[in-house]
């Protein structure tokens, strides 16, 4: 499983410092995929095996409440080049699948709810209610729903699922 998460910086393209997605692209595609050539020669000798990416919700449709273009966009191209990867390696018994988490319980979004609050002098429950809201299921995903997911697609019981991308997301996005 590979987990690369530059996403400490902010913003769209009219603001963009280019350098900033350069390193955002560097750690999240490119460091990935180093990752993952690094791999072949133990899962080819193997007979196979499984590259699970961890993706986001926002390489597929953009959240409203916070603009990360960089991120999105790095992680986007990891979710395309998953596809390619998924044919050429497939041929070695290798399969490459994504799952992409919405937002997740745990200490960044945590801090999100908390600064939010703060912010519009509402209750960490009114900013919490306003994410889950949009969700068929009344709650966030946990991160360790995203790594569930995760360890199901590197499992044998999904020797059969390549080429995917699996939302994690309480039923936010469907797809």
């Known amino acids: 499983m590979h987990v690369a998460a530059l996403d400490s910086h902010f913003g769209g393209v009219e603001d963009a410092d280019f350098e900033t997605w350069r390193s955002v692209l560097d750690v999240n595609l490119?460091?990935?995929?180093?990752?993952?050539?690094?791999?072949?020669?133990?899962?080819?000798?193997?007979?196979g095996g499984s590259v699970v990416f961890v993706g986001t919700q926002s390489?597929?449709?953009?959240?409203?409440?916070?603009?990360?273009?960089?991120?999105?966009?790095?992680?986007?191209?990891?979710?395309?080049a998953m596809y390619s990867l998924a044919r050429e390696l497939g041929?070695?018994?290798?399969?490459?699948?994504?799952?992409l988490p919405g937002w997740m319980w745990g200490p960044p979004v945590q801090a999100y709810v908390r600064f939010t609050a703060q912010t519009e002098g509402v209750s960490e429950a009114a900013v919490l209610e306003r994410l889950t809201g949009r969700m068929a299921l009344p709650e966030l995903a946990a991160d360790s729903d995203v790594a569930d997911a995760a360890v199901f697609l590197a499992s044998e019981r999904a020797r059969a699922i390549t080429g995917q991308s699996l939302l994690v997301n309480a039923g936010e996005l469907m797809r």
Do not use: D, F, H
């Open 91 to 99: 041929p070695y018994r290798i399969r490459v699948n994504t799952v």
């Open 30 to 47: 490119l460091g990935t995929l180093r990752m993952t050539r690094a791999c072949l020669p133990a899962l080819k000798e193997g007979g």
């Open 59 to 80: 390489a597929v449709a953009a959240p409203s409440q916070v603009r990360q273009a960089a991120y999105a966009a790095s992680k986007g191209a990891l979710t395309s």
